[in-house]
Structures are given as structure tokens and as C-alpha cells.
């Protein structure tokens, strides 16, 4: 076993987590600067495993939490164990102990689990970590400590490390247990004196007790024939008043039927008049209601009727525009088609206008250019001198018209493409136009728009009538409040009448105890037992005398619950209950008689089986029967409680009890009231409730109707914007078609032209071409000449038709565009716009709006007519209850004078019945009184009901005066002597045993003192040898040329006799003088006075120096030594050093890095030192850096370590 990891926050310089893992199960070395926080790190260990921090204060626990920078509030240390050898009796292969400490907390765990400190120390002892031997810690100054330690401290530590102190421990609770067993003896002897001289005193006082309870029996024998003479006529004066009782129930028999027929239709009546009065009040409700809906109907029907007028005179205006602008365009219609029509008619003329004026052109031109070839050829006769350069200037010529027409012919395709282009543009736009104008006036844009707008109709609709719906339900919630107001108003009077039954604080307590369950949420409270119970009206007397207060009584589930009302009663004060657990109820099954004349009460009632205990409890010992006298013989026989319907009752100890009772507010029929009422009260509220349900229901609906409405007429309103652009579209595009055809005439024209000329250039050309194939000649032929003169006047005649025909074609174009621009600017757009009005007007006079505000208009009407005939049946029904209500007022003032007349005359039969059981019970407590007085005389014998019954009362009360007078000579007497000397006997014989007893236990403790100090003497003995050998044997190691050896010195100085010697040079005559110095009875462990020590270091032979004697280093070796000697005395798994080699030389230094080197084998060392020895035979090694009051800890390699120690020892230098 071993630590294998330690782990460490908050703990003194130790503020952040730091975990030193994997340690070497042999020698591990930690280097640190001074101050670094290396005793830190091993206070931190022996925080978790030693006795050095326990108890500590506050400001204690304080100094251990770390106090830099940044608050930390606690602080815990974890050591991990490697238990792979099971010496932990744990089966764990690692044990993780941890220790927490705070400002108010201390806390311990084992394997994460939470643990006492206790268990800590248990579980390190158990695996060899002893109490008594603190040393495998070696903390700083501990070795130092040793050096200067006294003798007399040596031998302390002897004591612990041979743990005399568990030894100690026994013994002075040996000898507290002494102390008490003495004590409790000299009590016991105490008790035994005063015990034998109370018995001598209580010997001599028997005899005269004897003759005292010979009178004291005569005594009893005459009080008995006296108490039974009394209770004779006792009974006879009872059974007298009950005879006249009954008599007068009897004559007053009729009177109480009478009075209780009237107070039955008190209630009848008085039930009537709450509901007459609840129903007048919801009547009333209903009829302002009715009024206020009324009134509001003229008023929204009023609105309706201007509105179906309104839209009535806006339909006619609507109508006319209609008309009007219908009109119009007809007109437009027809102008357009005329001038359509019109331009359709002039199309050929106007193509044949310019076929004419082209082909005139064309001959004109073929002429001119004819004449020109024929002047030029005539004028070039002065222009060339000969052929050569004639054919050349006209081959020049011949090019550049070539190159011309090439030009006119090119531009000419240009022009016949665009010409296409705009032609399949016109195609296009009459597409487009054909689409857009479906859409606007087809028939699916007519269904569409038609569609939508029954949507926002619908949706307005469903809005109105989910309106219409709510106001309903408000009126109905309207309605339900006044019930409510009516059913709790009944209710608060039941609970009146309720109260009016019991006491106040029991009123109180049952209030406290509904609303009690209703905050703790209680469901196991049932309610007072008469709510839990219906009786037989025939009955209802009798139930009612039976239970008495218990019908007020709770009934709960368990007594937990009432426990737990009862706690918040007192708490509040809130009144008084009395609670029935149904847990703790247990009434027996009772056997009734099988008689004719007595029926059991609780057959006549219903009540759920839950309750059967609670009702058993009350009722299940009653018994109904025909007559008192019944009763009384029914009850005594039979331990039952027999009851009368009247009320009269006999109880199983013959006690009667009845007579008048006031029947002015019976507890059942007040229950029974206050049930129903409660029931009226729930049930108008659940109707409420659900009111109010369907209120916020329909609401989120006329939300979403509203939704509807909104997105309805968004639609809508989008459908007709949307077609707005179309419109707009539609006119852009016939205008963009117009101006194509304008482009394309335009077009025709420049083809026409180009045409014309690229025919000129062709002439031109040929003409050019004839002449260079022509001879050279110096002037024209004479054919030549004829055709100029024929050509010149040709072409005066082509020009002035050509001139004529031009004036036509421009005077026929004009005529057509003025009615293309008409067409365009005017007739088109005024159309389309007078066509979208005409169908805005359409929508606006659409049926279905004054349909629906005529619908809503015959609605309102018939609502009206409905609230009309409904306000006039509440009338009706209003001056109906109000007639009923005045009837019953009187006649319940007719019955109440008759309850008066009957009252009066009870009156008098109730003050005889209430003397009379006022006397009643004055003799049943004095017949209470001597039968008690009876029984308090004991068991008697059978003597004592004959001997005197002869005597009359005179003597009789004579002869008990006789026997009193006697009795008074014995007044000093111990009547108790006889038992008092039976019982201070027995405590005598039983002292005497306790006596023998505590002799045997003081014996024992006495034995076992003896063992104790034996056996500390004897394990301080043996640590004792084996501390000097170990001493002997590590120091030989430590100083092979020395000899070193403990001294045990005794108080008289004389040492010799017990000193033990190293291995090497004791022989058996030492160890049989140590072992009779300890084992001599005279010689024990207290007459030694120190432990010395004495050693030479560099001879076995020479004279041996006292420690006192040697220098610091020579002294720190020998505690090493010491310390060594303890381990090997008592081995512990691990060990931890802290700098034990500081104060060594070099050579010892060494020594004992061997040395722990070699018990390193089979034990783990943890040390810190300053010096390289150590770091020579370690197998891990760990440095310690301080920061800003911060330290941490790494692993680090040897070099690391060797380094930094040369570099502490160069700064030390």
C-alpha cells in the first residue's frame, strides 16, 4: 500500500487545483525554495491522516484557506491510496480520502462517500497506521525537538510509542467504575439500616389494625343497608315523574302536531317565497335586459333604415351615371366603328392613289433618265476626243453606280427587316392586347371578382353573427350573476340558520375548517356528518335528538388530516371542531332485537358506504321504538339507546330524557337547506363558468371572423388595384400598336424610294454600259434625236399627271391620319376609360350589398318583434310572481298567528316538563352519587345484605354512630401497616442481593487494575527492548565505527541495573537483569525517571559521550536514529520527512540516504531537502514554485532537481 496521488485546492498557499499523481511506491524527493510552500504541501497530508488539526476554532480553520487575491471560501485535500494488497479492509484496488474544510463546515469522505473523522483514524489504524506513533510524519523541527528532548521526554515517548496511553485510558475508567460500585454500596448499606428499623416499627403495629378492620367492616355492613334503602325510593320519585311526563306529553299531543304541521309549511312556504324571490330577481334581470336590448335595436334599426336608403338613392345615382356614361359610349362605339370602318373603306383607294402616283413616278424617272443618257451622250461629243477616253470616263462611271446600288440595296434589306420586325411587333401587341382585355372583361375574371366579393360578404356575415351570438352570451352571463347573487344570498341565510343551531366558536371552527381545506388542498375532509347523511322525514326528530352536536362533528379520512387542521385552527384561533378520522373509527357490529316495536334508526337513513364508520359511530347503538316505556325496557336489556319519534330518550342506564322541544329551526332541516343551497349556489356557478367559456371561446372566433373579414376585403381591394395597371397597360399597348403602324407606313415608303432609285442607278448603269459598247461619235443619230424630242414631251405630260396624282395621295393621307389620330388620342382612351367606370359601377351597385343590408334590415325587424312579445310575457309573468308573492306573504302570516296561539298553550306544558326534569336529574345525580358511594364500600359479603335489613332507619343510623365513636380511638393507626411491612420486606431481601453483587463487581475492577498496570508495564518493557535494539542496529549503520545504546534512567540515578545494551555486546546475564528490574512487583515503570542516550563515533571500546555532549550534526543523527528505531518498531506503510537531513553532515547525510534507500524496498518515503544526497537513491522527483502567494507543484527529472539544488546552496553561499 502506498499513496499514489494527492490532490489539493484552497489549502494555505495551495489556491488552485494542483494534483501530484503517480507516485513512486519507494522514495520520492519534493525541492522547493525556503518559504515555497513545501511544509505546506506535507501540513496538507497530515491535515487529511494526522491528530495535528482537530478541534479547531473559526479563525483557525480560517489560517488553513487560502488568503491571496480572489476570495476562497474553503479548501479540501485528497489522498489516493493504492490498495492492490487489500491492506485497507476495503475490496477496492484504490481508497480516495478526502478532508473539506470551510468557515462553518469540516467534512470527511471515504471513496467519495461522506464519512466521520472517526472512521478515518479506524480505517489508517486498521491498515497499520498507529495512534500512539506519530512518527511516520516527520514535520520540521520535529527532528530538532529530539535533539534537545529531555530524558524525562524520552521516556514520554516511550510511553506513546508503547501506547501506555490506551492502557491509561482503561484504567481510569476502571477506576471511575470503583469509585461509583463504593458509592452505590454505602447507599445500599444506608437503605438496608432505615428498612430493618421500619420493620420493627411496623410489627408491633398489626395487631391493632386487626381490631380496626373488625369495626371499620361493621361500618360498611350498615352504610350498605341505609345507601340501599335510599336508592329504593329514589327510583320510585323517577319512575313517579316520569308517569306524570308522559301523561302530560299526552294531553299536549295534539298541540305539538299542530304547531309542527305549521312549522312544516313555515318552511314549505318560506322555500317558496326564495324561489318566488330568485325568480323575480332574475325576471327583473331579464326584463331590463330586455329593455336595454330593445333600446338598442330602434336605435341600430333606425341606422339600418337610412342605410338600405342610403344605398337605395346611391344605386339610382349609380344607375344614371351608368346610363349616362353607357350611353356615351355606345356612342363612342359606334363613332369608332364608323371611323374604323371608314379607314377600312379608303385602305384601297389610298393603295390605289399611290400604285398610281408610283408608276407615274417610275415612267417619269425611266424618262428623265433616258433624256439625261441622250444629253449627256450629246454633250460629250465636245467632252472627249477620242473613244479611249470616252470608255474610260464611263467605266469610271459604271463603278460608282454599281457601288450605289450595292449602298440603295443594302439599305433597302435594312429597311424590309425592320419592316418585319414591326410586323411581328404588331402581332405581339394584338396578343398581348387580346390577353389583357380577356382578363379584364372574360369570363373567368368575372367569376373571380364575383367569387371574392361573396367572400367578403360571407366573412361580414359570419363577423355579424358571432357578434349577435356574444351579446347573447352576455346577456345570458348577465342573467347567470343575478341567479348567482340570488343562490348565495339563500345560501348565506341556510348558513345563518346553520349557525343559529351551534355556538359561535363552532360556527367559527367549521368556516375555518372549509376554507383551511380549500388552501392546503385537502381532499380527505368530507364535512360535517349531518351534510353526509339524508333521514326519513318520520325520523328526523329522532336522528336529530340522537346525534346531538356530532352532527357538526368532521368527517376525515385520517387522522393526519385532522392533525393538520387542527394545527392551523390553533394556529389562527379560528374556533373549535371536532373531527372524526374515519381510520381510527371502529364501532362494533351491533345486534338489534328482532322485535315488532323497535326499529333500528340508522336502517332509516341513506348515506354513502365511505361514511359507514362515522354513522355507525353515532347511530349504530339507536334504537326507534313506539313509547318511552318501550324504550326504557328495550334499552337496560339490550345496552342500546332508545329514542321515541317524539325525541324522548332512554339511555342503557335508565335515564330518561325529553319533553318539549322547540321546533322552530331543526338542525337536519337547516343542514338539509344549507346542502341544497350549496348545491343551487355550485351548480349556478359552474353555469357561469362555462358562460365564460364560451365567452372567451367565441371571442377568439370574432378575432378570427375579424381576420376573415380583413384578409377578405384585402383581397378584394387587391383584385381591383390589380387590374388598374392593366388598364393602364392595355392603353399603352394600342398605342404602341398605332405607332408601329405609323412606323411601318413609314417604312413602306422609304422601301418604295429606295426601290425607285436603286431602278434609276440601274438605267443609269445600262445606259453607261449600251454607250461604251456604242461607237464614238461626235454628236447624236438622228433616231437618237427623235426619241430626246419624244422623251422631252412625255416627260412634260408624266410630270403634270404625276403632279396631279401626288396632290390626290398627300390630300387622301392627310384625310386618313386625322382620323388615325382621332382614333388614338380621343376616341380609344375616352372608350377604355368609360369602360373600366362602367364596371366600377357594376361592383358598386352590386345586388348583393342591399340584399345583405336588407337581410340585416328584416333580421333587426324580427329581433324588435321577438324582444317586443318577450318584454311583454316578462311583465306578465313579473305581476304573476308579485301576486303569488303577496299570497304566500299571507299566508305565512295567517300560519305564524297560528304557531303563536299553539305556542302560547305549550307554553306552560313546557315550564311543568322543564321543572320536572330539572328534579328529574337532581334525583338521577343523587342516585349517581349513592350508587357511587355504594360502590366505593368494595366487595361485600353476602352477611352484609341481611344482617341489619330488619332494623329501621332510627337504629340503624344509631348503631352507625355507635360503631364511628369506636372507630375514632383508632384514629392514629397505620392502616397500612401490614402492606407496608409485606413491601419493606421484599426491599430488603432485594438489597441484600444488590449488596452481594456489587461486592463481586468491586472485585473484579480491582483484578482487572491489577492487569491493566501489569500489561502497560510489560508493553513498555517490550517497546522499550526493541526501540534500544533498532537504536543500536541503525546507528551502527549510520556510524559503522560507533556504538550508540538507550539508557533507561531510574529516579535514584542508578541506571545501571536496566540498561540495555546493543546487539552486539549484550549477553543473556543483561537480558535477565532488565527483565526481573521490570518484572519485580517493587520495580514498575513509574520509578524510572528518563531515557538517556549514549553513543561514540569512532569506537566500539572507547568510554561512550552523552548526547548532551555532541555537536548539533552528531545530535540530529542520533534523533534520525531514534525516529528509525521508532518505524522499526512499529512499521507504518509510507513515511514523510521534512528536511530531516538539514542539519547532517556530508557523510552522515549520505549514510542516511542509504539507509532510507534501503527500507524504501517495502515502505514508501515522501521527503524534502535541501541537499543532493537524497536525490541520489529517489525515484520520482517533484519541485514546488511560489508566484504571487500562489504555489504549485510539477514533476520534475533529476537533472531539474540536482540543479536546483546547486542553485539554492550558491545563493545560500
Known amino acids: 500500500m502506498h499513496i499514489k496521488r494527492i490532490a489539493l485546492q484552497g489549502f494555505k498557499t495551495y489556491k488552485e487545483a494542483t494534483v501530484i499523481d503517480l507516485l513512486s511506491p519507494n522514495t520520492n524527493v519534493v525541492v522547493g525554495r525556503n518559504g515555497s510552500g513545501k511544509s505546506n504541501f506535507f501540513a496538507a497530508i497530515r491535515f487529511v491522516l494526522s491528530d495535528a488539526y482537530t478541534q479547531m476554532s473559526r479563525e483557525e480553520r480560517q489560517g488553513l484557506i487560502h488568503e491571496g487575491s480572489g476570495t476562497v471560501m474553503s479548501a479540501y485535500v485528497e489522498i489516493v491510496f493504492d490498495n492492490t494488497d487489500r491492506r485497507f479492509p476495503i475490496e477496492k484496488d484504490e481508497i480516495v480520502i478526502r478532508r473539506t474544510i470551510g468557515l462553518k463546515k469540516d467534512d470527511y469522505s471515504i471513496n467519495h462517500r461522506s464519512a466521520q473523522r472517526s472512521d478515518i483514524m479506524n480505517l489508517l489504524e486498521s491498515a497499520g497506521f498507529s495512534r500512539s506513533n506519530p512518527y511516520y510524519i516527520v514535520p520540521q523541527g520535529r527532528i530538532t525537538a529530539l535533539t534537545n528532548a529531555k530524558d524525562s521526554e524520552r521516556l514520554q515517548l516511550l510511553k506513546e510509542v508503547a501506547g501506555a496511553q490506551v492502557f491509561e485510558q482503561k484504567l481510569k475508567q476502571s477506576l471511575k467504575e470503583m469509585e461509583a460500585s463504593n458509592k452505590q454500596r454505602e447507599k445500599i448499606d444506608e437503605m438496608l439500616s432505615f428498612i430493618e428499623e421500619r420493620l420493627d416499627d411496623l410489627n408491633s403495629e398489626k395487631e391493632e389494625l386487626k381490631k380496626f378492620q373488625e369495626f371499620e367492616r361493621e361500618k360498611k355492613f350498615l352504610e350498605y343497608t341505609l345507601y340501599d334503602r335510599e336508592m329504593k325510593e329514589i327510583d320510585e320519585q323517577i319512575e313517579s315523574i316520569d308517569s306524570q311526563h308522559t301523561k302530560d306529553i299526552d294531553d299536549n299531543t295534539d298541540e305539538v302536531i299542530e304547531l309542527e304541521k305549521r312549522e312544516a309549511q313555515t318552511l314549505q312556504i318560506e322555500e317558496l317565497l326564495s324561489e318566488l324571490k330568485s325568480r323575480l330577481s332574475v325576471l327583473k334581470v331579464d326584463k331590463n335586459q330586455c329593455d336595454s336590448d330593445l333600446n338598442d335595436l330602434l336605435v341600430e334599426l333606425a341606422k339600418q333604415e337610412e342605410i338600405v336608403a342610403e344605398l337605395k338613392n346611391e344605386a339610382t345615382s349609380i344607375r344614371k351615371e351608368v346610363s349616362s356614361e353607357n350611353n356615351e359610349l355606345k356612342q363612342l362605339q359606334s363613332e369608332i366603328q364608323e371611323n374604323e370602318s371608314k379607314l377600312s373603306e379608303e385602305a384601297p383607294v389610298l393603295k390605289s392613289l399611290k400604285d398610281t402616283e408610283k408608276l407615274l413616278k417610275d415612267q417619269l424617272n425611266e424618262l428623265t433618265g433616258r433624256q439625261r443618257t441622250l444629253y449627256s451622250k450629246e454633250g460629250r461629243k465636245s467632252q472627249f476626243r477620242s473613244r479611249q477616253d470616252r470608255d474610260n470616263w464611263l467605266g469610271e462611271n459604271i463603278k460608282q453606280m454599281e457601288s450605289r446600288i450595292k449602298e440603295k440595296k443594302t439599305d433597302l434589306d435594312s429597311s424590309k427587316s425592320q419592316h418585319e420586325q414591326l410586323a411581328q411587333q404588331v402581332k405581339e401587341v394584338d396578343i398581348e392586347i387580346s390577353k389583357i382585355q380577356d382578363i379584364l372583361t372574360g369570363e373567368d375574371s368575372k367569376k373571380e371578382t364575383t367569387e371574392i366579393f361573396k367572400n367578403v360578404t360571407d366573412a361580414k356575415k359570419q363577423y355579424s353573427d358571432l357578434i349577435d351570438e356574444r351579446k347573447q352570451l352576455w346577456r345570458n352571463e348577465a342573467r347567470q350573476r343575478a341567479i348567482i347573487d340570488s343562490a348565495f344570498e339563500e345560501l348565506q341565510k341556510a348558513n345563518g340558520y346553520v349557525a343559529e343551531t351551534m355556538d359561535r366558536t363552532q360556527s367559527t371552527g367549521l368556516e375555518s375548517v372549509k376554507r383551511i381545506a380549500e388552501r392546503l388542498g385537502l381532499v380527505g375532509v368530507y364535512g360535517p356528518l349531518g351534510e353526509l347523511i339524508e333521514v326519513n322525514q318520520k325520523y328526523k326528530t329522532a336522528a336529530e335528538v340522537i346525534a346531538g352536536n356530532s352532527l357538526f362533528h368532521v368527517v376525515v379520512d385520517n387522522d393526519n388530516t385532522a392533525s393538520t387542521i387542527m394545527e392551523e385552527l390553533v394556529r389562527e384561533k379560528s374556533g373549535r371542531v371536532t373531527f372524526m378520522p374515519l381510520n381510527r373509527l371502529s364501532p362494533k357490529n351491533q345486534v338489534y332485537p328482532a322485535r315488532k316495536d323497535c326499529v333500528p334508526l340508522i336502517q332509516k337513513m341513506a348515506f354513502d358506504e365511505t361514511y359507514q364508520a362515522a354513522v355507525n359511530q353515532v347511530y349504530g347503538k339507536a334504537v326507534v321504538t313506539i313509547s318511552l ?507 514523510l520527512f521534512d528536511e530531516i537531513d538539514a542539519n547532517l553532515d556530508t557523510q552522515y547525510r549520505t549514510d542516511v540516504a542509504a539507509l532510507i534507500h534501503k527500507l524504501s524496498a517495502n515502505a514508501q518515503f515522501i521527503c524534502t531537502t535541501f541537499r543532493p544526497e537524497l536525490l541520489n537513491i529517489a525515484n520520482k522527483y517533484y519541485g514546488i514554485m511560489y508566484n504571487k502567494k500562489i504555489s504549485k507543484v510539477s514533476e520534475i527529472n533529476k537533472e531539474e532537481a540536482m540543479s536546483f539544488i546547486e542553485d539554492q546552496q550558491q545563493q545560500a553561499s
Open 629 to 1135: 316505556d318501550v324504550g326504557s325496557q328495550i334499552a337496560r336489556e339490550y345496552k342500546l339507546t332508545a329514542i321515541t319519534l317524539d325525541g324522548d330518550r332512554a339511555d342503557k342506564k335508565g335515564v330518561l330524557t325529553g319533553g318539549y322541544r322547540d321546533h322552530k329551526r331543526s338542525r337536519i332541516d337547516s343542514l338539509s337547506i344549507q346542502r341544497r343551497r350549496k348545491h343551487e349556489y355550485d351548480e349556478a356557478k359552474s353555469v357561469l363558468h362555462e358562460l365564460k367559456r364560451k365567452i372567451e371561446a367565441i371571442d377568439q372566433k370574432i378575432t378570427a371572423a375579424n381576420s376573415s373579414v380583413s384578409n377578405a376585403q384585402r383581397k378584394y381591394d387587391i383584385l381591383m388595384l390589380s387590374k388598374e395597371p392593366l388598364r393602364v397597360k392595355l392603353l399603352k399597348l394600342q398605342n404602341d400598336k398605332l405607332n408601329y403602324q405609323q412606323e411601318i407606313r413609314s417604312i413602306i415608303s422609304i422601301i418604295e424610294s429606295d426601290e425607285r432609285i436603286i431602278s434609276q442607278y440601274e438605267l443609269q448603269n445600262q445606259s453607261y454600259k449600251d454607250e461604251l459598247e456604242s461607237d464614238f461619235q461626235k454628236g447624236l443619230t438622228s433616231n437618237e434625236i427623235n426619241e430626246l424630242q419624244t422623251v422631252s414631251m412625255k416627260i412634260v405630260k408624266l410630270e403634270k399627271e404625276s403632279s396631279e396624282a401626288a396632290l390626290l395621295l398627300t390630300k387622301k393621307e392627310l384625310e386618313l391620319s386625322s382620323i388615325e389620330s382621332e382614333l388614338k388620342e380621343k376616341l380609344y382612351p375616352r372608350r377604355d376609360q368609360l369602360s373600366s367606370r362602367v364596371e366600377v359601377f357594376k361592383d358598386e351597385i352590386s345586388e348583393s350589398n342591399q340584399r345583405q343590408a336588407q337581410d340585416k334590415l328584416k333580421n333587426i325587424e324580427t329581433e324588435v318583434e321577438e324582444l317586443t312579445s318577450k318584454g311583454e310575457k316578462l311583465n306578465k309573468e313579473l305581476e304573476e310572481i308579485s301576486t303569488d308573492l303577496e299570497s304566500k306573504n299571507r299566508a305565512l302570516d295567517k300560519i305564524n298567528d297560528d304557531k303563536k296561539k299553539f305556542s302560547k298553550k305549550l307554553s306552560s306544558f313546557q315550564k311543568t316538563a322543564e321543572k320536572n326534569i330539572s328534579k328529574k336529574s337532581l334525583l338521577v345525580n343523587r342516585r349517581e352519587d349513592v350508587s357511587k358511594k355504594i360502590r366505593e364500600l368494595g366487595v361485600l359479603p353476602e352477611e352484609a345484605f341481611t344482617k341489619f335489613i330488619g332494623l329501621d332507619a332510627e337504629k340503624l343510623l344509631r348503631n352507625l354512630n355507635s360503631v364511628n365513636k369506636k372507630l375514632t380511638k383508632y384514629d392514629h393507626i397505620n392502616r397500612k401497616a401490614l402492606e407496608q411491612y409485606l413491601n419493606f420486606s421484599k426491599q430488603h431481601d432485594e438489597l441484600v442481593e444488590r449488596r452481594k453483587e456489587s461486592d463481586k463487581s468491586k472485585e473484579s475492577i480491582e483484578n482487572l487494575i491489577q492487569v491493566l498496570e501489569k500489561r502497560k508495564n510489560n508493553a513498555i518493557t517490550r517497546t522499550f527492548k526493541n526501540l534500544s535494539e533498532g537504536f543500536s542496529e541503525i546507528f551502527e549503520k549510520l556510524v559503522p565505527a560507533g556504538v550508540g545504546k538507550l539508557i533507561m534512567q531510574n529516579k535514584d540515578d542508578t541506571a545501571d541495573q536496566v540498561t540495555l545494551m546493543t546487539q552486539n555486546n549484550r549477553d543473556e546475564d543483561d537480558d535477565e537483569i532488565m527483565t526481573d528490574a521490570f518484572d519485580n512487583d517493587d520495580s514498575s515503570i513509574d520509578n524510572y525517571s528518563g531515557i538517556s542516550i549514549q553513543v561514540s563515533f569512532n569506537s566500539k571500546s572507547d568510554e561512550q559521550q552523552r548526547i548532551e555532549q555532541l555537536s548539533g550534526g552528531q545530535k540530529s543523527l542520533c534523533a534520525i536514529a531514534l525516529i528509525l528505531a521508532i518505524q522499526k518498531c512499529d512499521p507504518a506503510p509510507f513515511y
